[in-house]
C-alpha cells in the first residue's frame, strides 16, 4: 500500500542531480484544489480556475521543488494545472511549457457530474471499472471519453518526448489526479491498490535516457498538503 507523507516528516537525503548524469528526475504535481474538487465534480477537459485553498496548495510547492533544484517546469494546458505551475513558476524563475497530452482524462458524457451522478447515470459497475487498477479494465471508457490506455500512451509519449529533448535533469510536471494513478499503474503494476492523488500531491519519476526506462522512487509520494 502507498502512503502519502509530509514533508515536515521527510528531509531530502540527496539532490537527484547527484544520481548518475543520465538519469534524469521528474517531480510530477496535481493541481491545486478547485471549487469542483470540493464538490467532488469530476472536470476532464473542462477548464475550471483554482480556489483561493487551490493557490495556498500551489504555494506551498515552492520550497519542496526549490529543495529538489527543479530547473524547468512541464504542464498541462488546463489553467488549474497552469496556474499551479505559474505560482512555482514565479517563485523560482522557472520557464513553463504547456502540452495538450498532459490533461486530465476526457471523461466524455461524464464530465462535469458528480460521483453520485456518475453512479445514477452510468452505473456503479462502469464507474469502478473506470477506477480500477486492474490492467484488464485499461479499455474501458466513458461514453465519448478515452480509456485508461489512450490516457497512458499520450501520457508516456509526451513525458518521453519532453525528457529525452530537455537539457534540464530535474524537471517539474504540473499535472492531473487521473493522470498520476494512470503512470503508476503502467509503472507499478504489482500495487494492490490505487495511489492516493490529494490536490498538490508530488511524486518523483526517474528516467534513464540511456536504456529509455522508468523508475518510480520509492513507489510513494514525496509530500501531501493538509
Known amino acids: 500500500m502507498l502512503h502519502a507523507r509530509s514533508v515536515a516528516s ?5 539532490s537527484p542531480l547527484e544520481s548518475e548524469q543520465m538519469t534524469k528526475s521528474l517531480f510530477l504535481f496535481r493541481h491545486g484544489e478547485t471549487d469542483w474538487n470540493r464538490e467532488d465534480r469530476f472536470h476532464g477537459h473542462l477548464d475550471i480556475p483554482l480556489n483561493e485553498r487551490g ?12 529543495e529538489a533544484k527543479v ?14 505551475a505559474k505560482v512555482v513558476a514565479d517563485a523560482l524563475g522557472l520557464p513553463i511549457q504547456s502540452d495538450t497530452r498532459l490533461r486530465e482524462a476526457m471523461l466524455g458524457d461524464a464530465q462535469g457530474l458528480t460521483r453520485d451522478e456518475i453512479f445514477e447515470r452510468f452505473g456503479t459497475e ?16 466513458y461514453p465519448n471519453g478515452e480509456s485508461g490506455f489512450e490516457i497512458q500512451n ?27 494513478r494512470r503512470i503508476f499503474q503502467r509503472l507499478c503494476p504489482e ?3 490505487a495511489i492516493p492523488i490529494p490536490n ?3 511524486y518523483i519519476l526517474n528516467y534513464d535516457t540511456s536504456t529509455h526506462q522508468w523508475s518510480a ?3 510513494s509520494p514525496w509530500r501531501k498538503t493538509s
Open 191 to 193: 500495487n494492490q491498490e
Open 217 to 219: 522512487r520509492n513507489h
Open 126 to 141: 462502469l464507474a469502478d471499472r473506470w477506477r480500477s487498477i486492474d490492467p484488464q479494465d485499461l479499455h474501458v471508457r
Open 200 to 202: 498538490g500531491v508530488l
Open 71 to 84: 530547473e524547468a517546469l512541464l504542464s498541462s494546458d488546463l489553467q488549474r494545472t497552469l496556474q499551479t
Open 154 to 180: 499520450r501520457i508516456f509519449d509526451c513525458l518521453e518526448e519532453k525528457v529525452e529533448a530537455s537539457k534540464y535533469s530535474a524537471l517539474g510536471v504540473a499535472t492531473h489526479g487521473g493522470v498520476l
Open 10 to 14: 521527510r528531509k531530502i537525503s540527496q
Open 55 to 66: 493557490r495556498e496548495q500551489a504555494r506551498a510547492l515552492i520550497p519542496v521543488l526549490r
